[in-house]
């Protein structure tokens, strides 16, 4: 479906916008605005990163932006993010996508049928922005998520699909992560460091914030995880502490039981008559002794 954004509107720019692109649908637009071929077959390739290219006479974004239907494992650029094509010059701005992503629309009503967006470099700033704000959403879930993790890991036993959350937290982060750095070239090009336009201020404000909120989900990630593998080493080693001091405890009476046990025919306890609660006694003081050599030490 192709659609022009900006018609009847009193703007000095066409904003084509095109929804579910068919090959030879792209091919067409591409004749007719001169668009590279290269990035053409680009706008065709589903998993996409975001990239910045200059050609003469137009300049080709790709911009990948958060998909709100959240899934626990998704964990993927594809699964996690869907890619928004943008061709811009001075007379146009043309935008394509797979799917119906509807700031698009909101863009054109609030802005260019209002008469906010005089210029498409304008329409471009405020699509990267609404982009960038599509981060927020998944960056409060993901912050929901470490802190209910936080108390699983804290507070009650070791689970499995403790591990396994934590495993697609983290992957959702450094997928989120990777997309915000190669956005950094979109942002950094668009926003020249001595630039006077507020909008695109605003828009490489947006992006700092999200950088570093990412970059703080990250963080707590992996300092949670590293907390669950040293609470789970603490608990196996609290385990094997209670297994050794039990063998401690057995290891002499299995002694003494050997010794008996071996049968040989020159051994007086065997007939003797208080041989059997004298070697019972034995082991209660043997065991009695470890204990308190135990208690001594400290160590229970």
Known sequence: MTRNLAENHGVDYEWIDVVSPEEAELKKIAKQFGLHEASVNDCLQPGHLPKYERFKGHTFIILRVYDSEWDSEADTVQELTHKIAIFIAENFIITIHRQEWPPIVQISEEFVCGGDCKTAQHVLTEIIKRGLHSYEEPGGKITEHIEYYEKQVFLTARKASLL?????????????????????????????????????????????????????????????????????????????????????????????????????????????????????????????????????????
């Open 164 to 300: 396994k959350g934590l495993y697609f937290l983290k992957r959702k982060v450094d997928v989120i992560r990777r997309l915000l750095l190669l956005t950094h070239d979109i942002i950094d090009k668009i926003d020249p460091r001595d630039a006077s336009n507020a909008y695109t201020r605003d828009c490489r404000d947006l992006f700092v914030k999200q950088h570093s909120l990412f970059d703080s989900l990250s963080e707590q990630i992996n300092n949670l995880l590293n907390i669950y593998f040293n609470i789970s080493s603490q608990r196996t080693n609290e385990t094997m502490r209670v297994l050794t001091i039990f063998s401690v405890f057995f290891m002499p009476l299995t002694f003494i039981v050997g010794v008996y046990g071996m049968n040989f025919q020159n051994m007086p306890e065997l007939k003797w008559d208080w041989g059997y609660p004298s070697a019972l006694i034995l082991m209660v003081v043997v065991t009695l002794g470890v204990y308190l050599w135990f208690r001594k030490k400290k160590w229970l």
